[in-house]
């Protein structure tokens, strides 16, 4: 068992966390089945204690095929500055009123930190099985399901605006309007925005095998998102995978700084390698999703699908040093048109960006 503390700007941190053995019945091929377990504890003087914990097992019938699952708990202590960042009164970005009908308006906002935030918890659900028909092939699938409750977000002017205007209670007080109806200051403090539920699939496979002109492989991981759905306090859901817009044209919760969470995204790589010497090809790719409507004619808009090709060189032929060049974007793809909705940008990342697959352990 290993115990910590830590004191970092004012904050007093202490934990602990222990990891166990909880069954194993393996051969030394690695077959058989093995279980684990681990159990953490954390405490802030400023946001409480949490106990977390995990457990998986995995299991190997036959060297060609491993099977393994995992159920763990996970716990987030809002940062220093989501708590403490000073709040001030400045310009917010621009929006529409639902109410007025008015557009591009810009008021006085009040933005900054929150000092009455709670931490963030999660569950999360994985199980997976990986295939080794040959040595020199192997496919793997992950399904995963997260669930999130109190996210700590900034909400954009639109979403305050807008949920204050149908109602919801999450965001009432936050919009002043002025005798007339017009809008005169909003308030977007980070608050816990709300709770989501996240499923999808990590995929995988790899390739390799030996030539006489040299060593060939492939590999792709990649990553599918079925369902991304987050729900306001007040009980507003929105589902967000391949958009970042509601129906209606509003930004999608969080939508202002959590970038677009993408149906599905991977990288495929070719490898080549020869004595000291080696080329791979890379493709990233994503595919489209929705954002604002097109501000010329009001219609929606669709981000195509990208993918952008790189390539690698590395040379391994002098003692202790790898020599390497590289080329991004060899056919010089363009980037996509993309409209913004109040505050977006282009992220075009998920907050899920990487695979948890590994080959098979021999």
Same mark, same amino acid.
């Given at each position: ?74 716990? /987030? ?20 009123? =639902? ?33 080794? =028909? ?80 040299? /060593? ?19 009980? $507003? ?93 060899? $056919?010089?793809?363009?980037? =996509? ?14 907050? /899920? ?10």
């Amino acid at each position: 068992m290993i115990f910590r503390a830590l004191v970092a700007l004012g904050r007093d941190q202490r934990g602990s966390h222990c990891h166990v053995a909880l069954w194993r019945d393996r051969g030394a091929d690695h077959q058989g089945l093995e279980a684990t377990g681990a159990i953490r504890w954390d405490d802030y003087d400023d946001v409480g204690s949490k106990t977390t914990y995990k457990a998986s097992v995995r299991y190997q019938p036959i060297q060609q095929v491993l099977l393994r699952a995992a159920y763990g708990t996970g716990f /987030r202590a809002p940062s220093l500055s989501d708590l403490w960042t000073p709040q001030l009164l400045g310009s917010s970005a621009q929006f529409s009123d =639902p109410v007025t009908g008015q557009t591009n308006l810009q008021v006085n906002e009040l933005s900054g930190g929150n000092p009455n935030l709670k931490p963030e918890t999660s569950t999360q659900t994985t199980i997976g099985i990986i295939l080794q =028909p040959v040595p020199e092939f192997s496919f793997g699938v992950d399904w995963f399901s997260i669930e999130i409750e109190d996210i700590i977000a900034q909400p954009s002017t639109q979403e305050v605006v807008s949920g204050n205007a149908a109602g919801n209670p999450a965001y009432a007080g936050l919009v002043i309007r002025t005798p007339t109806g017009d809008i005169d200051q909003t308030q977007a403090v980070f608050v816990n925005s709300g709770d989501a539920k996240v499923e999808g699939y990590d995929v995988q496979f790899n390739w390799a095998k030996t030539y006489d002109f040299g /060593r060939l492989g492939a590999s792709l991981f990649g990553t599918y998102y079925t369902k991304f759905n987050q729900t306001s306090p007040g009980g $507003f859901e929105s589902k967000k995978v391949a958009t970042m817009v509601e129906a209606n044209g509003d930004p999608v919760l969080d939508g202002d700084f959590g970038g677009v969470v993408l149906r599905w995204k991977h990288q495929l790589a070719f490898n080549y390698t020869r004595g000291p010497w080696g080329a791979t090809l890379i493709q990233n790719f994503y595919n489209g999703y929705e954002t604002g409507n097109r501000q010329w004619d009001g219609e929606r808009h669709f981000v195509d699908s990208q993918s952008i090709w790189d390539l690698q060189f590395a040379y391994t032929g002098l003692k202790n040093a790898t020599f390497r060049l590289g080329i991004n974007n060899i $056919f010089d793809a363009d980037p =996509p048109m993309f409209v913004p909705v109040s505050n977006q940008f282009q992220a075009a990342t998920t907050r /899920r960006s990487t695979t948890r697959l590994g080959g098979l352990c021999t």
